[in-house]
T-cell receptor
Framework: KAGVTQTPRYLIKTRGQQVTLSCSPISGHRSVSWYQQTPGQGLQFLFEYFSETQRNKGNFPGRFSGRQFSNSRSEMNVSTLELGDSALYLC??????????FGEGSRLTVL | DAKTTQPPSMDCAEGRAANLPCNHSTISGNEYVYWYRQIHSQGPQYIIHGLKNNETNEMASLIITEDRKSSTLILPHATLRDTAVYYCIDGSGGYNKLIFGAGTRLAVHP
């Protein structure tokens, strides 16, 4: 079956802009979580959605937001981009167990 | 912050077993131990998880000590494609919230 699909794979933005990233989970998975990966901080949890409700949130500023649709697809948005937001953003889906299936990520570069 | 500790790097010869240790001394009684790995430029890949019994699947074996304060991931016959960063994670985050540490960078060499 198809894996987790993230779009776009690569994007370049400038400071102050906003960005929206999309994630399509594996069919049947209702949990979608987002992670940020940077060389300095490693993999950090952003938030997790289950059945359109945010169940858990990491320690990121309010500029980072997300949502989940009724078909379990999810989007995350980062507003007022800063240079430090340059990162690989990873989405993972799950059947609501600890076995997460990750996508290949969206690599964001902020100039 | 991550609640597990792992050696930063390890080496293994191709064809030999790779034994990756992890300490999770603060794990609670109902929290699982998860292992993931990340091959360069790819998303993390689930390997195995366990609660208190040893587990085995097609990828690896997981040995958890009786006091549950540590575990070992065993790749029985390492190949070059097993070169990756391996993460040991306890289930303290809850609800699919994985708290990653720095992991162990495993290098498999010919």
């Amino acid at each position: 079956k198809a894996g987790v699909t993230q779009t776009p794979r690569y994007l370049i933005k400038t400071r102050g802009q906003q960005v929206t990233l999309s994630c399509s989970p594996i069919s049947g998975h209702r949990s979608v979580s987002w992670y940020q990966q940077t060389p300095g901080q490693g993999l950090q949890f952003l938030f997790e959605y289950f059945s359109e409700t945010q169940r858990n949130k990491g320690n990121f500023p309010g500029r980072f937001s997300g949502r989940q649709f009724s078909n379990s697809r999810s989007e995350m948005n980062v507003s007022t981009l800063e240079l430090g937001d340059s990162a690989l953003y990873l989405c993972a889906s799950s059947f609501n167990t600890g076995e997460l299936f990750f996508g290949e990520g969206s690599r964001l570069t902020v100039l | 912050d991550a609640k597990t500790t792992q050696p930063p790097s390890m080496d293994c010869a191709e064809g030999r077993a790779a034994n990756l240790p992890c300490n999770h001394s603060t794990i609670s009684g109902n929290e699982y131990v998860y292992w993931y790995r990340q091959i360069h430029s790819q998303g993390p890949q689930y390997i195995i998880h366990g609660l208190k019994n040893n587990e085995t699947n097609e990828m690896a074996s997981l040995i958890i000590t009786e006091d549950r304060k540590s575990s070992t991931l065993i790749l029985p016959h390492a190949t070059l494609r097993d070169t990756a960063v391996y993460y040991c994670i306890d289930g303290s985050g809850g609800y699919n919230k994985l708290i990653f540490g720095a992991g162990t960078r495993l290098a498999v060499h010919p």
